[in-house]
C-alpha cells in the first residue's frame, strides 16, 4: 500500500475523484482508527458516530463563562470548549456551539422543567434543548432527577460552597434561617438549600437568578444575603470580586461533568 501510494498512482486517482489525496485519507483514518479501537464502542456508538460525521457537525451547548467557555470577539476559550473542540477534531466534524442563555433551559420540556420530574422516578421526557443539540457540554452536578433524563458524565468533584460579603455573620449553616438566598432554578444549589432546610428546620426567601454570576452580582449589590455555588467555579469566580468570600462548606462531594440524552448509550464516546 505504501509503496503505491510513493508512486502516486493512488493518489492521483483519489485527487481527481475525491478532491483529497489518498495518502491524507489514509492518515486520518489510521490516526481516528488507532484512537478509536481503543475505546472499545459498542455498534450503537459507531452508528452514532457515522450519524455526526455524515451530518458534518457536532452540537454543542453550554453557558458563556470565565471557566468552562469565554468567548471573546476574536478568540473562544475555556476548559469546556477545548475539550468539544478536540472532540471534534477527532470526529472529523466542525464545532457548533449553541450559548444557554438561563441555566434551567437545559432541563425545560416546552418551556419549564415539569415538577413531576422531581416528584416522581420514574417520571421521564426528552429537554427541548436535545432537538437542537448532541451534548450538554456544561459542568453539571449530579442530581437524581436529572439522572432519569439525561446519561450524565462523571468529570471534576465538587462540593456546595456559601459565598457571602466579607465579615458578613454567617458562620454556620443554622445562620441561612430567615435570609435571602441567590439560587438558580433547577440546580443542584436548590436541592442542597432544601436539604439543609429541612436538616435544620430553617426557612429562607430565593432571588432567583440564571447563572452562577448573577448570584455573586445580587449579593454583591444588595439583592441577596448569601449564594450557594459549585466549589470548583466559586473559587475561580472570586478572583473578580474581592468583596465576596467563601465561609461554608454546604455539602458533600459530588462530581460534574456533561450531559447526554437518557436512553442514547453513547456516553462512552465523550467519557473516554
Known amino acids: 500500500m505504501d509503496a503505491l501510494i510513493d ?83 477527532l470526529l472529523g466534524v466542525k464545532l457548533d456551539v449553541m450559548i444557554i442563555e438561563k441555566f434551567p433551559m437545559y432541563f425545560w420540556k416546552d418551556g419549564e422543567t415539569p415538577e413531576e420530574i422531581k416528584l416522581d422516578s420514574n417520571y421521564f421526557y426528552v429537554p427541548d434543548l436535545f432537538d437542537k443539540l448532541d451534548i450538554y457540554t456544561e459542568n453539571l452536578t449530579h442530581v437524581p432527577w436529572r439522572g432519569q433524563i439525561l446519561n450524565q458524565i462523571e468529570g471534576v468533584p465538587v462540593s456546595t460552597v456559601v459565598v457571602q460579603m466579607k465579615n458578613f455573620g454567617i458562620t454556620d449553616l443554622s445562620d441561612l434561617d430567615g435570609r435571602t438566598i441567590a439560587l438558580m432554578k433547577d440546580s443542584s444549589h436548590e436541592v442542597v438549600m432544601n436539604e439543609i432546610a429541612k436538616a435544620y428546620g430553617i426557612e429562607f426567601d430565593v432571588y432567583p ?19 450557594v455555588q459549585d466549589s470548583d467555579l466559586g473559587f475561580l469566580i472570586l478572583r473578580d470580586y474581592p468583596e465576596l468570600e467563601i465561609t461554608l462548606q454546604a455539602s458533600g462531594s459530588d462530581f460534574v461533568g456533561w450531559a447526554v440524552k437518557k436512553r442514547r448509550h453513547c456516553s462512552s464516546i465523550y467519557i473516554n
Open 209 to 227: 437568578v440564571f447563572n452562577e454570576v448573577g448570584g455573586y452580582e445580587a449579593v454583591l449589590n444588595g439583592y441577596a444575603e448569601a449564594t
Open 7 to 89: 508512486k502516486g498512482i493512488i493518489n492521483e486517482l483519489w485527487l481527481t475523484d475525491y478532491e483529497i489525496s489518498f495518502y491524507e485519507y489514509y492518515t486520518l483514518i489510521l490516526k481516528d482508527a488507532n484512537v478509536l479501537a481503543t475505546m472499545n464502542l459498542s455498534r450503537e456508538e459507531l452508528t452514532y458516530i457515522d450519524q455526526l460525521r455524515e451530518r458534518g457537525v457536532l452540537r454543542v451547548g453550554m453557558q458563556a463563562n470565565v471557566v468552562g467557555y469565554y468567548p471573546d470577539r476574536d478568540t473562544q476559550t475555556g476548559y469546556n470548549y477545548l475539550l468539544a473542540r478536540d472532540l471534534a477534531q
